[in-house]
């Protein structure tokens, strides 16, 4: 191949042939997605010609044989014969066309360009995208600019090869890879060469799976509750930070329902609300509905303000209507409204919430499983404040003013406020804190019950001692080189014993026994109670750190000695003043890279028994290979009390199919808690799902859910969606077709 210079000389010399670009490319709105256009570099750009023989007037008019290659900007064509116009800027090929144009390819049989403006066609072309590895052929493409085309009786598809497992064919299919978006018209979507979706008037789908407005696949499932289902959401994208989703639904036991969901997002706000209504149910003979919203806003800088509102029609629609364990399960719904103000070394809060309550429907012949309904706060006022490191001391202020409302339990309102000052000193390799706090209350109760004060006071002073040491060296962990840590901790807790058997009980609970908790002061949650205190914990921790600062492994033993009895009880009702474990015991991390593990024992001392316990092991060898295996207990003496084995994994079973599952039983009533089984296929440029769930909706009475799901790379799911119950039961589940 030669460069050749002309018209004068005969000899084959290089030739760089310059014509200025048209103006550039004007923007169009396209939903809210800015195209993109020529800059001015390119519109400058030069038009470069090489081939065998090139034989013409390099101002005008040449004709370029074999081996042809002619550059301008990001286009670039490769052709058998072709002939250039200078005056035009513009390009005819024949013969083995290949164009390429911002990263896609089009390989056809003739090809009319102009290169300044990017518009031309090219006939019989297969083509290739490379956003997304999309790729089809057509009778003919009409270049509208660099980045828009349309092809005419053309196919699309992410499949590699000349015969597609799934393909798009429309009478036009529109791309625009500038705005990333691809609109067909006159549409089939082909399946194993089985029309799955014939006839469509038109649709439009994102090219690098973007946002776009349009219908959206279709939802089939079944449940136990409803039956069989068809869904078919249109999504609006109203604008780079809001959209809504409409979602017809039919039911086929219970009739027709609507969903709406609207997103929104901006510089100082955010939120999401869900409506769902079903008039008329067919079962029930009754309107149910859902909603749920949520919103949060700076007004001004520190300020901001936000709600969080739940409710349902009826106390089964939880278990109607959900094919979640989670949210068939939530039955203390919370509508909250409030404010918060901070500033640098203080803020304030109020908030209003109340609680829409639904019973379990087993609760009316078994008492134990009444929930109770919390209290409502009308309002709730909070202030914090405190400083670090005030000449050495840290000090803090938190005063909080709530009414509690309740329909049948005593009401009232509570001051509380408490000052805290601690004296840290720290160095390397340990620390000590020594700390004093009061905990002020003030109640004025309405409604007292009979021998109870409606006027109470309680002042409580507390004193704690926090240290600690720091020891590091070199180790070795399973044959590797890290640092070990121990790094021992001594807590001592004191907190005279105050009679608060009057006191009314708003909100106030036993906390959860872990490790944050045993060096905590104070054993319950809420300030309707203190604790009375007179312990020490001790507790060791020993680390494993990688050289890169990963945590490899963690170790801990703590445990509570109690110098004198605690005496203050929860309740009338309580019998432990303690509650919970003394001891605790925990291992978490990965053993290698293949082996992980989870286990936490807590164990009472005083009643002598495991009070809770926690082994979990998981084995991942490798990218969509996972095993988990967890045991759980808990004997609290109460119904909470449960034992409780999960299994569950990811893992191939042969020729591109995965099988999941995961089964979680109850050991104490003999029944599965949460089930799931099924299998996905991976077919490189598609996915199939096929998973069956079955979940307690109560105690009584379990729902049962079907998901089928056809992924097809780069343009849509179709069927009803499994992904969020894999990822949220099975630890470690990986998509088929995640990028690595």
Known sequence: MIWSSFPQSSLRLRII?????????????????????????????????????????????????????????????????????NVEDEIDATGHVVIRRSGDTYTGEHLHLKLDSGTGSILNPEYKIDL?????????VEFENEYQSTAFNGTYSTCEGPNPDWYLRANTLQIDTGRDVGTASG?????????????????????????????????????????????????????????????????????????????????????????????????????RYAISSKHTQTILPGWSYGWNVKGDSDYLYPSNF?????????????????TDYGAQFWNVS??????????????????????????????????????YDVHGFDWSLDSEFTRFWHPTLVRGTRMVINPQLSYPITAQGYYLTPKVSVNASSYELENPSSGQPANLHRTVPTFSLDSGLVYERDAKFMGEAMTQ?????????????????????????????NYAQMFSENRFVGSDRIGDANQITAA??????????????????????????????????????????????????????????????????????????????QWQPAAKHVLNLEYRTLDDGTTDSFKQVDLSGQWPIGNRWYGVSRISRSLLDHRIVDGLLGAEYNADCWVLRLVAQRYAATTSTSSSSFFIQLELNGLSRLGSNPLDALSKGISGYQKLNANP
Do not use: C
């Open 540 to 617: 060791v921790t020993s680390r494993f750190i990688e050289s890169n600062g990963a945590e490899r492994l963690r170790l801990t033993i703590g445990q509570r000695f109690y110098i004198t009895p605690p005496k203050v009880l929860l309740d009338s009702s309580s019998t432990s003043t303690t509650g919970h474990p003394d001891l605790m015991v925990s291992a978490s991390g990965r053993i290698n890279k293949n082996w992980g593990v989870e286990s936490t024992v807590e164990y009472s001392e005083s009643e002598r028994k495991i009070y809770s316990s926690n082994y979990g092991v």
């Open 132 to 140: 997304n590895n999309g790729q089809g052929k057509a009778e003919r």
């Open 322 to 338: 959900t094919n979640s364990i989670i949210a068939s399960s939530e039955r203390q719904l919370a509508r909250e409204l409030r």
């Open 187 to 287: 549409t089939t979507l082909y399946f194993q060469g089985v029309p799955i979706l014939p006839t469509a008037p038109g649709m439009s789908f994102p090219i690098s799976g973007a946002r776009k407005s349009g219908w959206l696949p279709p939802t089939v499932g079944a449940t136990s509750k409803g039956g069989f289902e068809f869904a078919l959401p249109y999504y609006f994208n109203i604008a780079p930070n809001r959209d809504l989703t409409v979602t017809p639904k039919v039911i086929a036991k219970r009739g027709a329902q609507m969903a709406f969901d609207g997103r929104y997002l901006g510089n100082d706000y955010f939120g999401e609300t869900t409506i769902e209504y079903l008039p008329d149910d067919q079962v029930t003979g009754t309107n």
């Open 485 to 513: 840590t121990l790094e021992p901790r001594l807590f001592y807790l004191y907190t005279p014993y105050r009679d608060q058997s009057l006191f009314p009980n708003f909100d106030s609970a036993l906390a959860t026994f």
């Open 17 to 85: 042939v310059v014509a200025l670009m048209a103006t550039a490319l004007a923007s169009s709105a396209y939903g809210q997605t800015k195209p993109k256009t020529k800059n001015a570099e390119d519109a400058n750009a030069p038009t470069t010609t090489l081939a065998d023989q090139i034989v013409g007037r390099a101002d005008r008019v040449v004709d370029l044989d074999r081996d042809i290659e002619v550059v301008h900007g990001e286009t670039k064509v490769n052709a058998d014969h072709a002939t250039y116009d």
């Open 350 to 387: 109020a908030r209003v919430l109340s609680y829409q309550v639904w019973q379990d429907p087993a609760s009316a012949t078994d008492s134990s499983l009444l929930i109770s309904r919390p209290y409502s706060l009308l309002p709730q006022l909070n202030l914090h404040a405190g400083r």
